[in-house]
């Protein structure tokens, strides 16, 4: 597939997220020049490389790679083509590839990348929300509590939130975005580029009820679109919004989930969190 060698280094390279006529020509013939592929799980990209008739030596590289792995993996680059894949996308979206590419930048190593397919910027281009900004989140927390803490945080982003999410634990994020973030527009997409492929849409609240006993199966990537531009706040809706956070918050933690929620001061809310106390 390629009449040259590339040089020595360490390539970061996209691969199919489902369909795999998604693999680019310049991907298949980095694949094919490599010495060695670096891979999450090598069942899923040997059903990849078989696909495309090419057998190469792989070795893992994931969560649990130490600095050691790592170490040895950096001996090789000086003088072999070293590919790094994910199981399916962009490798370093939401996997540890970034410290081996950190690794190999310190040691002067030559780095190169082949782009491709992602979930999420192809979820973000589907949904019909605004992508002149957006922010990727990776996966939400599992707890509760966490999973609230970071919808607060990013909640009050002025972009689009991009999160990857699975079939089982869809209900329960949706559950808590809509109680985080109210009536925002979002998309549920689904096995993207596969033959089931499907894009979902609507406001948080519908979703949730929609996937509240109905757990979809497959990869899924959840967008939601910004905060609503309502104008000013009413103070009854703030009072309201406060009474909802008390019933679970301290009185602090409640004035930032409020203030974050609506754009405002915390220590304004504050004060109004003690006045609606006495």
């Keep these: 597939m390629t009449s040259q060698s590339p040089t020595p280094g360490l390539y970061i390279v996209a691969t199919p997220i489902g369909n795999l006529s998604d693999l680019s020509p310049r991907a298949a013939s980095m694949l094919e020049a490599a010495d060695l592929i670096l891979v999450e799980d090598s069942r899923v990209t040997g059903k990849l490389l078989s696909h495309l008739g090419i057998r190469k030596a792989m070795q893992p590289y994931h969560d649990h790679s130490s600095a050691a792995d790592r170490d040895r993996i950096l001996a ?3 003088s072999e083509v070293v590919v790094l894949v994910s199981d399916a996308g962009t490798p370093l979206i939401s996997d540890p590839g970034y410290k081996l590419v950190a690794a190999a930048r310190q040691a002067g190593a030559n780095v190169g990348a082949v782009p491709g ?8 281009t589907l949904s019909g929300l605004p992508t002149d900004r957006f922010l990727f989140g990776g996966f939400l927390p599992t707890k509760e509590k966490a999973r609230r803490d970071v919808l607060d945080e990013l909640g009050a982003v002025q972009a689009t939130l991009v999160f990857y999410e699975s079939g089982p634990r869809l209900a329960k994020s949706l559950s808590a975005a809509a109680d985080a973030l109210g009536d925002r527009p979002a998309a549920v997409t689904r096995e993207l580029t596969k033959l089931y492929e499907e ?12 996937y509240a006993d109905a757990p979809p199966k497959g990869e899924i ?3 939601i679109g910004p905060p609503l531009d309502d104008g000013p706040p009413d103070d ?16 602090s933690r409640a004035a930032k989930i409020v203030a974050d929620r609506f754009g405002l001061k915390k220590n304004d809310i504050y004060a109004r969190v003690q006045e609606l106390k006495s």
Excluded: Y
Aim: net charge negative; charged share 20%; aromatic share 0%.
């Design 76 to 78: 090789r680059l000086a």
């Design 117 to 124: 397919p992602s979930a999420a910027i192809m979820a973000l």
């Design 199 to 210: 894009v979902a849409t609507g406001s948080l609240p519908d979703l949730a009820a929609r």
């Design 221 to 223: 990537t959840l967008v």
């Design 236 to 251: 009854a809706a703030i009072d309201e919004a406060i009474r909802d956070a008390l019933a679970t918050e301290s009185p």
